[in-house]
């Protein structure tokens, strides 16, 4: 399941962290373990995201799923861009070929077809998580048949001492991806402690719960009989 892979890869984010603890006196050394620790977190978070999308797919794409019963926007992110190729294509035996392939689709727009399996692809759906911003996030559960916006309003967050802290969804998630671009784009002067970390690992594993559990319950919606 995504949440344990995303688990399994936070444990390597939590021993860089304590290791930069070990070293702050050596403050180059902490920064530089502080940086990666938060570029490796992101990175473990949107690979989650893209396995959300990926079990989602392969929970509803049986082959024993009415079409009517499929959300519109993920019958949309496997349908319009084959028609983009079709009609971009000027190669006229690529078109053809193309178009010979359109009838796996069409099923997907006929309310009482089962689309076969492999008629929705895990890969394609996933390919949709361009990063761990808000806008992505809300877009991908929202074409798993979400009506809100998964990042709208606050969480929960545990600390490690035991207190909670109410925390902005869209804002944390804002601060712990500009963190990670600025390192990656080189920014130097961007320089996480090791309390940052600390604070962006507890939100994203309490986020990541959340929404495993949401792709649960939105899967389940749809292979359910009435």
């Known amino acids: 399941m995504a949440l344990e892979i995303f688990s399994d890869g936070t444990t390597e984010v939590d021993l860089l962290r304590e290791l930069a603890v070990a070293a702050e006196q050596r403050e180059a050394e902490a920064n530089a373990l502080c940086r990666a620790a938060?570029?490796?977190?992101?990175?473990?978070?949107?690979?989650?995201?893209?396995?959300?999308a990926e079990e989602y797919v392969d929970a509803v794409g049986t082959g024993d799923v009415e079409s009517s019963r499929l959300p519109r926007g993920l019958r949309e992110a496997h349908t319009l861009p084959r028609l983009e190729s079709i009609v971009t294509s000027r190669d006229e035996d690529q078109?053809?070929?193309?178009?010979?392939?359109?009838?796996?689709?069409?099923?997907?727009?006929?309310?009482?077809?089962?689309p076969p399996k492999g008629a929705?692809?895990?890969?394609?759906?996933?390919?949709?998580?361009?990063?761990?911003?808000?806008?992505?996030?809300?877009?991908?559960?929202?074409?798993?048949?979400?009506?809100?916006?998964?990042?709208?309003?606050?969480?929960?967050v545990p600390g490690n001492n035991g207190d909670?802290?109410?925390?902005?969804?869209?804002?944390?998630?804002?601060?712990?991806?500009?963190?990670?671009?600025?390192?990656?784009?080189?920014?130097?002067?961007?320089?996480?402690?090791?309390?940052?970390?600390?604070?962006?690992?507890d939100f994203l594993r309490t986020f990541a719960e959340r929404l495993q559990r949401k792709a649960l319950v939105l899967s389940a919606a749809v292979v359910q009989r009435d």
Do not use: Q
Request: with cysteine; aromatic share 6%; charged share 25%.
């Open 38 to 52: 938060v570029v490796l977190l992101v990175s473990h978070f949107e690979s989650f995201l893209k396995t959300i």
């Open 95 to 114: 078109r053809t070929a193309l178009l010979k392939k359109i009838g796996s689709i069409a099923a997907l727009w006929n309310d009482d077809a089962k």
């Open 164 to 201: 909670v802290v109410t925390a902005n969804i869209e804002l944390s998630l804002r601060d712990v991806v500009t963190c990670r671009n600025d390192i990656a784009h080189g920014k130097a002067d961007r320089k996480p402690t090791p309390d940052d970390v600390r604070r962006y690992l």
């Open 120 to 156: 929705l692809s895990a890969s394609t759906f996933a390919r949709l998580v361009t990063s761990a911003k808000a806008d992505i996030i809300n877009d991908l559960f929202a074409r798993m048949g979400n009506s809100a916006g998964v990042c709208d309003g606050d969480i929960e």
